[in-house]
């Protein structure tokens, strides 16, 4: 019998690379999706060696119109795929109107556009087919906004709510396909490295968590069909005190607020 098939984007490392390695012991095969040909190669050759799965790369810049659409042709045309885990993003630092402005575009195709595009793309064959379903990887910041990274706070809250949308959707027609908005906080990944954030400078380790923990969260959540997944107990919390308090309020308190994304 044919293994099911996952298409994870930003694969190359952190989540993405984590996915990977959790949904080859499932016994998934793998398209994995980044920039960084060399490193998912190396990844592909760690998964086939150690569990046996194909895993196929595919190098791709879901900024840039031409590789999205190239992506969204394998997903609609592969009637093994049941799995796509958009994953890809990135952070940035400093106040909006003084931010590069192609890095904030850039931000925005690949949060906002390239997740709309390849659901789109993978969700028609998932509901013919009636299994599988989407991961889209979001964050505790699509709750809150703050100084100096408001197009990643806004661009996390849009796959959020685009998420829920397609859940009631689902549900709405019966279909047993399943959908997940993962939102995690800080996590032990490259990310903040990219950005030139030192992680001392942000949280005590109690508020970090490992990779694993955080996928292996989302997965058992995805098996059981849970909407949402928020990692750990402190952050379901911030996110229960954002989601209910008075908007007026959380703006009010984060308006005094000055954070290490801001360079002020």
Not at 51 to 62: F, M
Not at 130 to 159: D, E, L, Q
Not at 183 to 209: L, Q
């Given at each position: ?47 086939h060696g150690n569990q046996g799965i194909c895993a196929t790369v595919v190098t791709a810049d879901l900024t840039r119109e031409e590789d999205v659409s190239r992506v969204c042709g394998l997903l609609a045309g592969n009637d093994r795929l049941e799995l796509l885990v958009n994953n890809a993003g990135f952070g ?173």
């Amino acid at each position: 019998m044919a293994r099911p098939i996952a298409l994870i984007t930003g694969a190359s490392s952190g989540l993405g690379a984590t996915f990977a390695r959790q949904l080859a012991v499932e016994g998934y095969d793998l398209i994995l999706v980044a920039r960084r040909e060399a490193a998912l190669q190396q990844l592909a050759k760690e998964l086939h060696g150690n569990q046996g799965i194909c895993a196929t790369v595919v190098t791709a810049d879901l900024t840039r119109e031409e590789d999205v659409s190239r992506v969204c042709g394998l997903l609609a045309g592969n009637d093994r795929l049941e799995l796509l885990v958009n994953n890809a993003g990135f952070g940035s630092r400093g106040f909006f109107f003084e931010a590069d402005a192609e890095q904030q575009d850039a931000m925005h195709r690949l949060h906002v556009v390239a997740v709309e595009r390849l659901t789109r793309a993978v969700l028609p064959g998932l509901v013919a087919r009636a299994r599988g379903g989407i991961i889209n990887v979001a964050s505790v910041a699509g709750f809150i906004s703050g100084p100096g990274n408001i197009s990643y706070c806004a661009t996390k809250a849009w796959m959020v709510v685009f998420t829920e949308g397609l859940y009631l959707e689902l549900k709405s027609m019966g279909s047993p396909v399943k959908v997940q908005a993962l939102c995690p906080g800080y996590t032990y990944t490259g990310f903040h490295d990219a950005m030139g954030v030192d992680r001392s400078s942000i949280m005590g380790k109690g508020w970090w968590m490992s990779a694993d923990r955080v996928v292996a969260e989302s997965l058992s959540g995805f098996g059981s069909g849970k909407l949402l997944v928020i990692p750990g107990l402190r952050y379901k919390i911030v996110v229960a005190v954002a989601r209910f308090l008075p908007r007026s309020l959380l703006i009010r308190g984060a308006a005094r607020f000055r954070n290490q994304y801001a360079k002020r």
